[in-house]
């Protein structure tokens, strides 16, 4: 089952349920493909508003390995008194690195 | 009378809900309501009405400034987000935004909410869920119940938040501490008082966990990963800065992609600043 989905509303991730095509019917991506970055800007670039997404089924999308510091690890170990177990649990390991860099509060408890 | 026989008492004299949601509510039950009968309703409060437009019109919902009237907001949404949308503002203006103790305001608590709903709506998107209408509301209202203790038992929470910095703790195990229960246990005793859906009353009384034995068991995991996720991404402040780690037992029927977070980083930190201000700023 698919949804037509505005192009702002899509997440990375998302599964296309259809093939998106330009005003000239070309096509721009094939149908089931899982959306990127890249994908995001394509549809910008050619003026796309509204695209099909899958409903019903999880994506399992592929492995990407991160890059966590061990330094920023032992930072991070303030706030969480846990590690990773699984790659879920990696990226929000990540983005806490990223985040918290970003805003410098690895030595602020708040 | 006990600490919590007090609150307890205090939580009892809450005001029913305000009169547009009750009449809103009702009217959605009608099959035969037309969205023009849904959309004099909502106008009936114009601060109200301003800020579903508001909200309709932020690129969390995906209409950049296309929508100007209430009735289009419910063609495009459809009357379960439009409802959720005034709950959600309803509830807001109900509380204030004004008592603020030990560095802790129900500002920046609503703030935390508004983060959980977006990335709750985000996660449910994800895994293709059918009712991603509630998701939103969901995470907006898990912790109702620290407003509700921030603003009715006031001084008492002074306590806990003493609690958690000198124990560097939860506030959860601080208020259990104090208390002799949490701010999940109050927050469900207010759903039941308001008469919430089902799916809601789960979220509130087990976001913590992430586990439920009823039938909201994605609903509530997704609120327990945004929970989660929003302190790490400092969407608002949820009373301590600890970040629990997920429960274990959630990711034996839960699968999100493994860079969900990180690929969708910027648009989280984009919807979570416009909606914000969208909501929060008078």
């Known amino acids: 089952m698919t949804k037509t989905t505005h192009i702002d509303s899509l997440l990375i991730g998302m599964q296309l349920g ?78 806490a690195r990223r985040r918290f860099s970003e805003l410098n509060i690895w030595d602020e408890k708040k | 009378m006990t600490i919590s026989e007090k609150i307890l008492n205090r939580v009892n004299n809450i005001p029913t809900l305000p009169t547009i949601f009750e009449t809103l509510t009702e009217a959605l ?5 037309t969205n023009q009968k849904i959309a004099n309703i909502i106008s009936s409060d114009q601060s109200s009405a ?44 109900m509380f204030s935004k004004e008592k603020k103790i030990s560095g802790f305001s129900p ?45 009715f038992a006031h ?56 586990i439920t034995n009823e039938d909201n068991q994605k609903l509530v995991t997704s609120v327990h990963l945004a929970d989660i996720a929003a302190r790490i991404l400092k969407f608002g402040y949820a009373g301590d800065p600890l970040i629990p780690q997920p429960n274990p037992k959630i990711w034996e029927n839960f699968n999100l992609p493994n860079n969900f977070f990180s690929s969708n980083y910027e648009k989280f930190l984009e919807d979570f600043n416009q909606t914000v201000n969208t909501i929060l700023v008078e």
């Open chain 1, 18 to 95: 259809a093939p998106v095509k330009n005003k000239f019917n070309q096509v721009l991506c094939s149908g089931n493909i899982i959306i990127e970055e890249k994908h995001l800007k394509l549809f910008k670039t050619w003026g796309i508003q509204n695209v099909e997404i899958v409903e019903g089924d999880v994506n399992e999308d592929g492995k990407e390995n991160k890059s966590v510091l061990n330094e920023d690890l032992k930072q991070l170990s303030k706030y969480f008194n846990w590690e990773p177990a699984n790659d879920v649990e990696l990226d929000l390991f990540e983005i």
């Open chain 2, 29 to 33: 039950n009608d099959p035969r309501v």
């Open chain 2, 50 to 93: 301003f800020k579903v437009l508001k909200v309709a019109n932020s690129p969390f919902f995906g209409f950049r400034g296309g929508v100007d009237t209430i009735s289009q907001a419910i063609m495009y949404l459809g009357t379960t987000e439009i409802k959720n949308i005034v709950f959600s503002l309803t509830i807001m203006k």
């Open chain 2, 107 to 151: 500002i920046e608590l609503w703030a935390h909410s508004i983060g959980v709903g977006i990335l709750t709506r985000a996660i449910g998107r994800v895994i293709s869920e059918q009712k991603v209408e509630n998701y939103f509301l969901a995470g907006i209202l898990h912790d109702i119940g620290k407003i509700i203790l921030l603003q």
């Open chain 2, 155 to 210: 001084e008492e929470y002074q306590e806990v938040l003493k609690y958690v910095e000198e124990n560097n703790c939860l506030i959860m195990k601080a208020e259990q501490e104090i208390f002799g229960f949490d701010h999940s246990r109050i927050g469900y005793l207010l759903a039941e008082k308001w008469r919430l859906p089902q799916p809601i009353k789960d979220v509130i009384l087990y976001h913590s966990s992430g």
